[in-house]
């Protein structure tokens, strides 16, 4: 017997914020180019190797996944029309759209969804995804052209969500054998976009699919990926009519964008925490004291008025929205208090306080971000020396462990397992800080084996109460996300994890 999860194949998007009065109520037009300005950092378009987070821009134009994601973060149908969980939550049944074709020609059908899935488990193919999933996944089994059964060591709930990001990506079979080691530049998809060219550190150009298997779409008939760097260029390029659409706004720059003419901002109350992390295996900050000191020296309410232009929200715990947050962390967390930062900096052994280097990536945010937590931080005695890296730079920086303390920011994903389960589990691919706590770990992994929503954020809970006390990261701020675009442009809306989606846009003459 199975608990089957049909979902609405039709994916009704709902504009977010400001976004709703401003776009026109007219029916979609075709045709048009679409230019995007953002710093695109990208080093492969092959899904099944990307680490990148830009990248993923280009990704969902390019590709399709198992399934997808709403405006809601609810997993919604995308290649597979439903899905059915078994009792024992161990298989999960999908059911494949039909007609579906890759860019080349090739199929798509359940012998496709397999080797994608075999492709990222093999060790030999060495793919960064295969520890997302391979501790879960038994086999994938083709029932049928159409039906394809992937088979769990015990149950994983997590495992649906996952299937909307990288590794639910689908590639051409054909497409990997002709072109091997060089596929990530020759992608092949099934995707509203086809591939054009990729010109890099300059643009990545894709064209309307005509044989896309969703008839209508997508209404452009081309979008320009444009690398620009500079957030101050993007908005100039923006202003003059040579890109259409950024995202990332500081907040600061919002009313000068909203006064430009024919320029529109839309934005979305995100649950993204900005922070900063530090080692808590390396001195000085393995010491509990010492993190609690700086944790209740930090004005969060400052940092939201100065850095983010009183948006936003304050943070005090990494999981700020979904099914699994739980409002009532909010309260509770390293205050702002900066006598007892002074009583807790005394304990740990600093009371005349100390010296350290903060080192930050070279971007206008992040050193507006830093100067002010330089000067609260000062307030108890705390030397801080800033350094500057480049910002292509700097996450490789602290995933190789050269950087000690940094400013950092984490979207959020459509499972909580996924990030919590990255940044604080033991064995996480991005526990980058060196935090181990046994307690956390069995918690993260009983919490993903149950698709019982209530009970799985009862423990989510509970985990996020001791990250929260262990403080491998300070968390500051939930902020508000902004993009801005020409009036022209509609029907745009934001997905929770942040990545814009821009297949479904079309714009108005």
């Known amino acids: 017997m199975l608990r089957v999860f049909v979902v609405l194949a039709a994916m009704v998007f709902v504009l977010a914020g400001l976004s709703q009065a401003q776009q026109s109520p007219s029916q979609p037009q075709a045709g048009g180019v679409l230019r995007h300005a953002r710093n695109l950092d990208a080093k492969t378009l092959d899904p099944h190797f990307s680490v990148q987070w830009s990248e993923r821009y280009v990704l969902y134009a390019l590709y399709n996944t198992l399934v997808g994601l709403d405006k809601d973060f609810n997993v919604v149908p995308e290649l597979a029309e439903s899905w059915a969980v078994s009792d024992d939550g161990k298989a999960i049944t999908f059911r ?94 099934t995707g509203p976009f086809r591939f054009v060219e990729w010109i890099p550190d300059q643009r990545i150009v894709v064209q309307r699919f005509d044989g896309y298997w969703e008839r209508g779409k997508p209404y452009l008939n081309r979008i320009e990926y444009l690398h620009v760097p500079e957030k101050q260029v993007q908005l100039t390029a923006l202003r003059t009519g040579e890109a259409d659409i950024l995202d990332e706004i500081s907040p600061t720059l919002v009313p000068l964008v909203r006064n430009t003419p024919n320029i529109k901002v839309v934005e979305h109350p995100s649950s993204r925490f900005v922070g900063w ?78 010296t350290h280097t903060m080192v930050v990536p070279d971007e206008q945010f992040w050193k507006e971000l830093a100067q002010v937590l330089q000067a609260q931080l000062g307030r ?107 009036q022209r442009v509609q029907n745009f809306v934001w997905i929770p994890d942040l990545i814009l989606r821009l297949r479904d846009l079309w714009l108005a003459r």
């Open 277 to 354: 992390q530090w080692d808590l295996d390396k001195p000085p900050f393995n010491n509990a004291k010492l993190r609690a000191a700086l944790a209740h020296a930090v004005d969060r309410d400052e940092v939201r008025k100065v850095v983010f232009a009183n948006t936003g929200r304050t943070a005090t715990h990494p999981e700020g929205g979904g099914w699994w947050y739980n409002p009532e962390l909010d309260r509770l967390g390293y205050r702002y208090d900066p006598q007892r930062a002074k009583t807790l900096l005394a304990e740990a052994g600093y009371a005349g306080g100390f």
């Open 96 to 189: 494949l759209r039909r007609g579906v074709r890759f860019h080349d020609g090739t199929e798509f059908t359940a012998e496709v969804v397999k080797w994608n899935i075999d492709r990222i488990l093999s060790p030999e193919t060495r793919s960064p995804l295969r520890s997302l999933i391979a501790p879960y996944m038994d086999a994938v089994v083709v029932v049928d052209p159409a039906t394809v059964r992937f088979d769990l060591k015990a149950p994983f709930r997590p495992l649906l969500a996952a299937l909307a990001e990288r590794p639910g990506f689908m590639v051409s079979p054909a497409a990997v054998r002709r072109f091997g080691r060089e596929f990530g530049r020759n992608p092949v998809g």
């Open 380 to 486: 108890i005695g705390v030397r801080v020396n800033l350094e500057l890296v480049n910002p292509a730079d700097s996450y490789r920086m602290v995933v190789e462990d050269k950087i000690n303390w940094t400013p950092t920011r984490w979207a959020p994903r459509a499972d909580p397992h996924g990030r919590l389960s990255i940044l604080f589990h033991s064995k996480g691919f991005a526990n980058s800080t060196g935090y181990a706590n046994p307690r956390v770990d069995e918690l993260i992994d009983r919490a993903a084996t149950l698709y019982d929503k209530r009970a799985a954020k009862t423990m989510y809970k509970e985990v996020e109460r001791m990250v929260m006390a262990d403080a491998p990261y300070v968390y500051l701020v939930w902020p508000s996300e902004f993009a801005a675009m020409h």
